[in-house]
């Protein structure tokens, strides 16, 4: 059960409100933190989706949430629609965002953490383990799992 994530509402492509512990629940998490505009971050985010979209069609328990470093609303919400994935998102103004950057040690973007429903850590720099390994997802994948359970 996500209790880290106790409180928060994600949004998802559709703009449908989430309720972050249900949605979430028994899940592997990748927390992605990101911005509009961070130029890494544009160049590793269509990385980051193709790694996603393949490792979903046999993995539905692997979910992204973008934790973003946007300055407004309207930057976070266009980068998401434009470019980002299937995934969900804190929206601008949360709390959480400060607080996730804070607990996962996040200094600079484009970082990536994967995280079990307790959120632990995981992998820690599944930003570079995916922009490095990410054309082999299936083994990328296998590797983390070996970890995770």
């Not at 933190?33 to 993995?59: D, Q, Y």
Request: hydrophobic letters at 40%; glycine letters at 6%; charged letters at 30%.
């Amino acid at each position: 059960m996500p209790q880290f994530l106790s409180g928060v509402t994600l949004k998802n492509r559709e703009g449908t409100e989430l309720d972050a512990v249900e949605h979430l629940k028994g899940k592997v998490i990748g927390l992605y933190f990101s911005a509009s505009w961070c130029p890494p971050c544009r160049l590793f985010t269509p990385k980051l989706k193709g790694f996603f979209e393949e490792i979903k069609k046999n993995h539905p328990e692997f979910e992204v949430i973008f934790v973003s470093r946007d300055r407004n609303s309207s930057d976070l919400v266009g980068y998401f629609e434009d470019h980002q994935g299937e995934w969900t998102y804190i929206p601008f103004g949360s709390d959480k965002i400060i607080e996730l950057m804070q607990k996962y040690e996040v200094k600079t973007i484009p970082a990536m953490r994967i995280v079990n429903d307790k959120g632990e850590v995981i992998v820690k720099d599944a930003r570079t383990e995916i922009q490095d390994k990410g054309d082999k997802a299936e083994a990328l994948w296998a590797d983390w799992m070996a970890i995770f359970h």
